[in-house]
Protein backbone atom coordinates (compact mmCIF):
# COMPACT_ATOMS: atom_id res chain seq x y z
CA UNK A 1 0.00 0.00 0.00
CA UNK A 2 3.12 2.15 0.50
CA UNK A 3 2.84 3.32 -2.83
CA UNK A 4 -0.79 4.41 -3.19
CA UNK A 5 -1.30 7.68 -5.07
CA UNK A 6 -4.01 10.33 -5.17
CA UNK A 7 -5.33 9.58 -8.51
CA UNK A 8 -5.84 6.01 -7.03
CA UNK A 9 -8.66 7.03 -4.59
CA UNK A 10 -10.13 9.37 -7.49
CA UNK A 11 -13.57 8.56 -8.22
CA UNK A 12 -15.72 9.64 -11.64
CA UNK A 13 -18.20 11.94 -10.68
CA UNK A 14 -19.66 15.35 -9.92
CA UNK A 15 -19.81 15.18 -6.09
CA UNK A 16 -16.86 15.16 -3.84
CA UNK A 17 -14.98 17.89 -1.83
CA UNK A 18 -12.08 18.59 -4.99
CA UNK A 19 -13.55 18.01 -8.17
CA UNK A 20 -11.50 17.66 -11.52
CA UNK A 21 -13.08 19.58 -14.48
CA UNK A 22 -11.06 19.71 -18.31
CA UNK A 23 -11.11 21.78 -20.69
CA UNK A 24 -9.56 20.71 -23.62
CA UNK A 25 -10.02 24.29 -26.24
CA UNK A 26 -7.00 25.81 -27.13
CA UNK A 27 -8.84 28.16 -29.60
CA UNK A 28 -8.65 30.77 -26.81
CA UNK A 29 -4.95 30.86 -27.09
CA UNK A 30 -4.71 31.03 -30.98
CA UNK A 31 -6.78 33.85 -30.96
CA UNK A 32 -4.17 35.49 -28.75
CA UNK A 33 -1.88 34.70 -31.48
CA UNK A 34 -0.13 31.92 -28.82
CA UNK A 35 1.22 28.34 -30.06
CA UNK A 36 -1.22 25.19 -30.21
CA UNK A 37 -1.28 22.40 -27.86
CA UNK A 38 -2.91 23.32 -24.36
CA UNK A 39 -6.12 20.90 -25.78
CA UNK A 40 -3.91 18.63 -24.60
CA UNK A 41 -3.69 19.78 -21.42
CA UNK A 42 -6.54 18.27 -18.93
CA UNK A 43 -5.78 14.43 -20.99
CA UNK A 44 -1.80 14.70 -20.51
CA UNK A 45 -2.48 15.75 -16.65
CA UNK A 46 -4.48 13.04 -15.74
CA UNK A 47 -1.36 11.03 -17.21
CA UNK A 48 0.88 12.41 -14.56
CA UNK A 49 -1.38 12.21 -12.09
CA UNK A 50 -1.44 9.06 -11.97
CA UNK A 51 2.17 8.88 -11.58
CA UNK A 52 2.69 11.64 -8.67
CA UNK A 53 1.29 12.27 -5.16
CA UNK A 54 1.06 9.82 -2.16
CA UNK A 55 -1.80 9.38 -0.53
CA UNK A 56 -0.42 8.97 3.13
CA UNK A 57 2.30 11.80 2.51
CA UNK A 58 4.93 10.65 5.94
CA UNK A 59 6.87 14.12 5.66
CA UNK A 60 3.47 16.46 6.29
CA UNK A 61 1.47 13.51 8.34
CA UNK A 62 -1.18 14.06 5.70
CA UNK A 63 -3.87 11.21 4.97
CA UNK A 64 -5.63 12.47 1.69
CA UNK A 65 -7.54 9.34 2.04
CA UNK A 66 -10.02 11.84 4.35
CA UNK A 67 -10.68 13.67 0.71
CA UNK A 68 -13.33 12.48 -1.31
CA UNK A 69 -11.79 13.84 -4.65
CA UNK A 70 -14.14 13.45 -8.28
CA UNK A 71 -12.98 13.61 -11.90
CA UNK A 72 -16.12 15.22 -13.67
CA UNK A 73 -14.59 14.64 -17.21
CA UNK A 74 -13.91 16.96 -19.77
CA UNK A 75 -16.15 19.68 -21.55
CA UNK A 76 -16.83 17.77 -24.22
CA UNK A 77 -14.70 18.93 -27.94
CA UNK A 78 -15.82 19.79 -31.27
CA UNK A 79 -17.71 22.96 -29.81
CA UNK A 80 -17.31 26.38 -30.99
CA UNK A 81 -15.38 27.87 -28.12
CA UNK A 82 -18.43 30.31 -27.05
CA UNK A 83 -20.86 27.12 -26.77
CA UNK A 84 -17.51 25.60 -24.51
CA UNK A 85 -17.25 28.65 -22.36
CA UNK A 86 -21.14 28.11 -21.74
CA UNK A 87 -20.63 24.65 -21.06
CA UNK A 88 -17.92 24.92 -18.94
CA UNK A 89 -19.85 27.85 -16.67
CA UNK A 90 -22.88 25.03 -16.45
CA UNK A 91 -20.56 22.37 -15.57
CA UNK A 92 -18.85 24.92 -13.06
CA UNK A 93 -21.84 25.70 -11.06
CA UNK A 94 -23.06 22.07 -10.60
CA UNK A 95 -19.82 21.31 -8.80
CA UNK A 96 -20.44 24.26 -6.76
CA UNK A 97 -24.00 23.61 -6.26
CA UNK A 98 -23.36 20.44 -4.91
CA UNK A 99 -20.66 22.12 -2.25
CA UNK A 100 -17.64 20.66 -4.33
CA UNK A 101 -14.46 22.90 -4.95
CA UNK A 102 -13.83 22.84 -8.61
CA UNK A 103 -10.15 22.23 -9.75
CA UNK A 104 -10.41 23.14 -13.49
CA UNK A 105 -7.82 22.47 -15.83
CA UNK A 106 -7.11 23.87 -19.16
CA UNK A 107 -7.19 24.33 -21.98
CA UNK A 108 -6.17 28.32 -22.69
CA UNK A 109 -6.75 31.18 -19.97
CA UNK A 110 -10.05 31.86 -22.08
CA UNK A 111 -11.52 29.45 -19.17
CA UNK A 112 -10.96 31.50 -16.26
CA UNK A 113 -14.06 34.13 -17.18
CA UNK A 114 -16.66 31.22 -17.95
CA UNK A 115 -15.35 29.80 -14.29
CA UNK A 116 -15.61 33.28 -12.15
CA UNK A 117 -19.08 33.43 -13.99
CA UNK A 118 -19.96 30.22 -12.24
CA UNK A 119 -19.01 31.20 -9.48
CA UNK A 120 -20.61 34.49 -9.51
CA UNK A 121 -23.91 32.95 -10.17
CA UNK A 122 -23.81 30.48 -7.85
CA UNK A 123 -23.71 33.19 -4.92
CA UNK A 124 -25.31 35.52 -6.23
CA UNK A 125 -25.59 38.45 -3.93
CA UNK A 126 -22.62 37.67 -2.31
CA UNK A 127 -18.96 39.21 -2.11
CA UNK A 128 -16.40 37.60 -4.56
CA UNK A 129 -12.85 37.88 -5.44
CA UNK A 130 -10.64 36.70 -7.36
CA UNK A 131 -6.36 36.88 -7.94
CA UNK A 132 -4.91 35.74 -11.12
CA UNK A 133 -1.24 34.30 -10.75
CA UNK A 134 -0.06 35.06 -14.63
CA UNK A 135 2.85 37.16 -15.67
CA UNK A 136 0.67 38.94 -17.75
CA UNK A 137 -2.61 40.95 -16.74
CA UNK A 138 -4.87 38.87 -19.50
CA UNK A 139 -7.32 42.21 -19.62
CA UNK A 140 -6.60 42.63 -23.66
CA UNK A 141 -9.67 43.64 -25.60
CA UNK A 142 -11.82 41.33 -27.43
CA UNK A 143 -10.40 40.00 -30.83
CA UNK A 144 -13.00 40.95 -33.26
CA UNK A 145 -16.20 40.90 -30.65
CA UNK A 146 -14.32 37.29 -29.47
CA UNK A 147 -12.92 35.74 -26.14
CA UNK A 148 -9.31 35.01 -25.94
CA UNK A 149 -7.09 33.54 -23.99
CA UNK A 150 -5.18 37.49 -23.12
CA UNK A 151 -8.91 38.65 -22.22
CA UNK A 152 -10.83 37.03 -19.05
CA UNK A 153 -10.43 39.47 -16.93
CA UNK A 154 -11.29 42.38 -19.01
CA UNK A 155 -14.40 40.25 -19.34
CA UNK A 156 -14.50 39.63 -15.35
CA UNK A 157 -13.88 43.21 -14.82
CA UNK A 158 -16.68 44.60 -17.34
CA UNK A 159 -18.97 42.16 -15.34
CA UNK A 160 -21.68 44.60 -13.86
CA UNK A 161 -21.84 41.78 -11.14
CA UNK A 162 -18.51 42.13 -10.18
CA UNK A 163 -16.71 44.46 -7.79
CA UNK A 164 -13.13 45.00 -9.01
CA UNK A 165 -11.77 46.43 -6.18
CA UNK A 166 -11.74 42.92 -5.28
CA UNK A 167 -9.43 41.68 -8.01
CA UNK A 168 -5.81 41.38 -7.61
CA UNK A 169 -3.25 40.44 -10.29
CA UNK A 170 -0.38 38.37 -8.63
CA UNK A 171 3.74 38.18 -10.21
CA UNK A 172 2.78 39.98 -13.38
CA UNK A 173 5.70 40.83 -15.12
CA UNK A 174 5.95 44.40 -16.07
CA UNK A 175 8.17 43.81 -19.42
CA UNK A 176 5.50 41.45 -20.25
CA UNK A 177 2.32 44.04 -19.65
CA UNK A 178 1.47 47.27 -21.24
CA UNK A 179 1.09 50.69 -19.89
CA UNK A 180 -2.30 50.26 -20.66
CA UNK A 181 -3.41 47.33 -19.67
CA UNK A 182 -2.15 47.77 -15.79
CA UNK A 183 -3.77 51.44 -16.15
CA UNK A 184 -7.47 49.55 -17.04
CA UNK A 185 -6.91 47.15 -13.59
CA UNK A 186 -5.75 50.55 -11.69
CA UNK A 187 -8.60 52.83 -13.04
CA UNK A 188 -10.99 50.01 -11.71
CA UNK A 189 -9.60 49.83 -8.24
CA UNK A 190 -8.06 46.39 -9.43
CA UNK A 191 -4.71 45.54 -7.63
CA UNK A 192 -1.58 44.80 -9.18
CA UNK A 193 0.90 42.47 -7.01
CA UNK A 194 4.13 42.67 -9.54
CA UNK A 195 6.52 39.93 -9.67
CA UNK A 196 9.42 41.73 -8.59
CA UNK A 197 7.51 44.05 -5.50
CA UNK A 198 6.24 40.57 -4.22
CA UNK A 199 9.94 38.78 -4.49
CA UNK A 200 10.92 41.05 -1.64
CA UNK A 201 8.32 39.73 1.31
CA UNK A 202 8.80 36.14 -0.92
CA UNK A 203 6.01 34.52 -3.01
CA UNK A 204 4.56 32.66 -0.56
CA UNK A 205 4.12 34.78 2.40
CA UNK A 206 3.22 37.82 -0.13
CA UNK A 207 0.51 35.38 -1.90
CA UNK A 208 -0.62 34.56 1.86
CA UNK A 209 -1.17 37.94 2.80
CA UNK A 210 -3.11 39.19 -0.88
CA UNK A 211 -5.10 36.03 0.13
CA UNK A 212 -5.52 37.07 3.99
CA UNK A 213 -6.40 40.62 3.18
CA UNK A 214 -8.85 39.73 0.15
CA UNK A 215 -10.52 36.72 1.77
CA UNK A 216 -11.46 38.93 4.56
CA UNK A 217 -13.60 40.97 2.49
CA UNK A 218 -14.94 38.09 0.52
CA UNK A 219 -17.50 35.33 0.95
CA UNK A 220 -15.90 33.39 -2.01
CA UNK A 221 -12.63 33.26 -3.80
CA UNK A 222 -11.59 32.31 -6.75
CA UNK A 223 -7.99 31.53 -7.42
CA UNK A 224 -6.97 31.08 -11.23
CA UNK A 225 -3.37 30.20 -11.47
CA UNK A 226 -1.68 30.65 -15.44
CA UNK A 227 1.50 27.88 -15.40
CA UNK A 228 3.22 31.14 -17.54
CA UNK A 229 4.05 32.63 -14.01
CA UNK A 230 6.25 29.85 -12.83
CA UNK A 231 9.67 30.44 -14.62
CA UNK A 232 10.46 28.47 -18.23
CA UNK A 233 13.06 26.36 -16.39
CA UNK A 234 9.99 24.88 -14.13
CA UNK A 235 7.25 25.19 -16.54
CA UNK A 236 8.62 24.75 -20.00
CA UNK A 237 5.56 23.52 -20.84
CA UNK A 238 3.08 26.80 -21.70
CA UNK A 239 2.30 28.61 -25.37
CA UNK A 240 4.47 31.72 -23.69
CA UNK A 241 7.37 30.66 -21.47
CA UNK A 242 8.98 33.59 -18.98
CA UNK A 243 12.68 33.77 -18.85
CA UNK A 244 11.66 34.93 -14.77
CA UNK A 245 8.45 33.50 -12.63
CA UNK A 246 7.80 31.67 -9.90
CA UNK A 247 10.01 28.73 -8.57
CA UNK A 248 8.23 25.27 -8.79
CA UNK A 249 8.34 25.39 -4.97
CA UNK A 250 6.63 28.81 -4.97
CA UNK A 251 4.06 26.86 -7.05
CA UNK A 252 3.26 24.61 -4.75
CA UNK A 253 2.88 26.51 -1.61
CA UNK A 254 0.94 28.84 -3.41
CA UNK A 255 -1.53 25.95 -4.73
CA UNK A 256 -1.61 24.77 -1.25
CA UNK A 257 -2.36 28.03 0.98
CA UNK A 258 -5.12 28.33 -1.77
CA UNK A 259 -5.94 25.21 -0.96
CA UNK A 260 -6.49 25.48 2.65
CA UNK A 261 -7.91 28.89 3.05
CA UNK A 262 -11.30 28.55 4.24
CA UNK A 263 -12.81 30.80 1.57
CA UNK A 264 -11.23 29.52 -1.55
CA UNK A 265 -14.18 27.77 -3.66
CA UNK A 266 -13.03 27.96 -7.08
CA UNK A 267 -9.41 27.09 -8.29
CA UNK A 268 -8.56 26.50 -12.43
CA UNK A 269 -4.68 25.56 -13.73
CA UNK A 270 -4.09 27.09 -17.30
CA UNK A 271 -2.09 27.16 -20.51
CA UNK A 272 -0.58 23.55 -19.90
CA UNK A 273 0.68 23.10 -23.38
CA UNK A 274 2.35 19.22 -23.59
CA UNK A 275 2.81 19.74 -27.45
CA UNK A 276 5.66 22.24 -26.16
CA UNK A 277 6.93 19.92 -23.35
CA UNK A 278 5.02 17.47 -21.71
CA UNK A 279 7.22 16.04 -18.68
CA UNK A 280 8.14 18.81 -16.62
CA UNK A 281 5.09 20.95 -16.79
CA UNK A 282 3.00 17.27 -17.19
CA UNK A 283 4.50 16.58 -13.33
CA UNK A 284 3.85 20.66 -12.02
CA UNK A 285 0.66 20.96 -12.87
CA UNK A 286 0.09 17.61 -11.38
CA UNK A 287 2.11 18.40 -8.11
CA UNK A 288 -0.10 21.52 -7.84
CA UNK A 289 -3.43 19.67 -7.56
CA UNK A 290 -1.61 17.14 -5.24
CA UNK A 291 -0.31 20.31 -3.07
CA UNK A 292 -4.38 21.94 -3.81
CA UNK A 293 -5.61 18.61 -2.15
CA UNK A 294 -3.12 18.66 0.83
CA UNK A 295 -4.49 22.06 1.63
CA UNK A 296 -8.26 21.11 1.22
CA UNK A 297 -7.32 17.76 3.63
CA UNK A 298 -6.26 20.63 6.16
CA UNK A 299 -9.00 23.01 5.73
CA UNK A 300 -11.27 20.47 6.37
CA UNK A 301 -9.96 18.72 9.48
CA UNK A 302 -9.43 22.30 10.67
CA UNK A 303 -5.83 21.98 11.29
CA UNK A 304 -3.87 25.55 10.95
MN1 LIG B 1 -2.74 34.13 -18.69
Not at 274 to 292: C, S, V
Amino acid sequence: MGDVKLADIMQSGESGDVVVLGFPYDEGVARNGGRPGAHLGPEKFRAWLKRFGSLHNPEVETDLTSLKVSDAGDVPPGLSLEEAHTHLTGKVAVVLQAGGIPFVIGGGNDQSYPNARALIETRSGQQVGVINIDAHLDVRPLNSGQAHSGSPFRLLLEDSRFFADRFIEFAAQGSQCSREHANFVRQRNGRIVWLNEMQKMGPAASFDSALEELGSRCDALFVSFDLDSVAAAHAPGVSCPGVLGLSARDAMKIAETAGRHPVVFLFDLSEYNPLIEEERTGRLAAGLFYHFCLGVAARKEGRP
